[in-house]
T-cell receptor
Framework: NAGVTQTPKFQVLKTGQSMTLQCAQD?????MSWYRQDPGMGLRLIHY???????DQGEVPNGYNVSRSTTEDFPLRLLSAAPSQTSVYFC??????????????FGPGTRLLVL | GNSVTQMEGPVTLSEEAFLTINCTYT??????LFWYVQYPGEGLQLLLK?????DKGSNKGFEATYRKETTSFHLEKGSVQVSDSAVYFC???????????FGKGTLLTVNP
């Protein structure tokens, strides 16, 4: 049981380039989400999904796209990277239904640097 | 909207010292409250949680009590170890959108 996995661990992009951050979980969790972590800001929710085919925006969605075609995978796409997107990105997942859905399990993170 | 305020760091303690990290929150309804820990170079791990008023969450010697009257969820440990050095995040979850609202994090360094 690998839990939540993220690739790559580290990436450098130039302004305007695109890339996809991968996230997968093997716990059959319905709920998945993406956060970004910036110094002094805590973690802020980018997008989330309550099941395959269903996504919604979080607190800071601009510049990011998501889709959820399977229960296991929830990729985050940067269509045109900007220096303001330099951050550490965390994917998380949880069960749905009742209070259990509120305990989220996090991946190890992807550190992104946009030059 | 929901918000979490936790004490600013960094906090530096000697091994076996008593630890308190303050956390207060603002929320509508009856949120669940969490402490997550992030060890250097790793993702966040759930440390403990409480789902209703007066509940006490505990794990690895850490404790926090859900105080609705003071809207607080302070983290405590009686005797810290070097291995407790990490960033600690207070968070709350409430409502139907599954969203976790985090505090800014408190860096704890424990010296031998």
């Amino acid at each position: 049981n690998a839990g939540v996995t993220q690739t790559p661990k580290f990436q450098v992009l130039k302004t305007g380039q695109s890339m996809t951050l991968q996230c997968a979980q093997d716990m059959n969790h319905e709920y998945m989400s993406w956060y970004r972590q910036d110094p002094g800001m805590g973690l802020r929710l980018i997008h989330y999904s309550v099941g395959a085919g269903i996504t919604d925006q979080g607190e800071v969605p601009n510049g990011y796209n998501v889709s959820r075609s399977t229960t296991e995978d929830f990729p985050l796409r940067l269509l045109s990277a900007a220096p303001s997107q330099t951050s550490v990105y965390f994917c998380a997942s949880s069960y749905s239904g009742g209070r259990d859905q509120e305990t989220q399990y996090f991946g190890p993170g992807t550190r992104l640097l946009v030059l | 909207g929901n918000s979490v305020t936790q004490m600013e760091g960094p906090v530096t303690l000697s091994e076996e010292a008593f630890l308190t990290i303050n956390c207060t929150y603002t929320a509508t309804g009856y949120p669940s409250l969490f402490w997550y820990v992030q060890y250097p170079g790793e993702g966040l791990q759930l440390l403990l949680k409480a789902t209703k008023a007066d509940d006490k969450g505990s794990n690895k010697g850490f404790e926090a009590t859900y105080r609705k009257e003071t809207t607080s969820f302070h983290l405590e440990k009686g005797s810290v170890q070097v291995s407790d050095s990490a960033v600690y995040f207070c968070a709350l979850s409430g409502g139907s959108n599954y969203k976790l609202t985090f505090g800014k994090g408190t860096l704890l360094t424990v010296n031998p």
